[in-house]
């Protein structure tokens, strides 16, 4: 791989990286708020829930696949921070596909009409404690990345 290639990859695979710690952010914070709130306020909040966490698996997709590919262009040489940083980022994949996105699906079923909005709160405490998890998984995978 030649050094614009490379470079390209790079700027990818930072720009994945920074979409991917941005994308879904405030979601916490949001969900508290917009459910504070109540009818009718909370009727779009599953359309900006469901952007943010789509951009959070596809930016975090994009950065492991271009973190490995950068990785592959240095012969996936032993470096324990850059081991570090894929596992962490990895299982911040998994967190978010299999925590944060289910504890999502209960909120959004708390947000009918005709719903109690109190039986959301539960679940938008536990979506805050697994999105704090999953930004924690993000800032090892950064220091690993980095100290690699």
């Given at each position: 791989?030649?050094?614009?290639?490379?470079?390209?990859?790079?700027?990818?695979?930072?720009?994945?990286?920074?979409?991917?710690?941005?994308?879904?952010?405030?979601?916490?914070?949001?969900?508290?708020?917009?459910?504070?709130?109540?009818?009718?306020?909370?009727?779009?909040?599953?359309?900006?829930?469901?952007?943010?966490?789509?951009?959070?698996?596809?930016?975090?997709?994009?950065?492991?696949?271009?973190?490995?590919?950068?990785?592959?262009?240095?012969?996936?040489?032993?470096?324990?921070?850059?081991?570090?940083?894929?596992?962490?980022?990895?299982?911040?994949?998994?967190?978010?596909?299999?925590?944060?996105?289910?504890?999502?699906?209960?909120?959004?079923?708390?947000?009918?009409?005709?719903?109690?909005?109190?039986?959301?709160d539960p679940p938008a405490r536990r979506l805050g404690?697994?999105?704090?998890?999953?930004?924690?998984?993000?800032?090892v995978a950064l220091a690993g990345m980095i100290s690699?």
């Amino acid at each position: 791989m030649n050094s614009t290639a490379r470079g390209l990859l790079l700027f990818l695979h930072v720009l994945s990286a920074s979409a991917w710690l941005g994308a879904a952010l405030w979601v916490p914070g949001d969900v508290r708020r917009t459910l504070a709130r109540g009818h009718p306020h909370v009727e779009p909040l599953a359309e900006r829930v469901g952007a943010a966490l789509g951009l959070d698996l596809a930016a975090g997709l994009a950065t492991v696949v271009t973190g490995l590919a950068l990785w592959g262009y240095q012969g996936f040489a032993h470096r324990a921070g850059i081991e570090l940083g894929f596992a962490a980022a990895i299982v911040r994949l998994l967190v978010g596909w299999f925590a944060v996105r289910p504890a999502w699906g209960t909120i959004q079923a708390a947000l009918a009409p005709s719903a109690d909005l109190a039986a959301a709160d539960p679940p938008a405490r536990r979506l805050g404690m697994l999105a704090g998890i999953a930004h924690l998984l993000w800032l090892v995978a950064l220091a690993g990345m980095i100290s690699g």
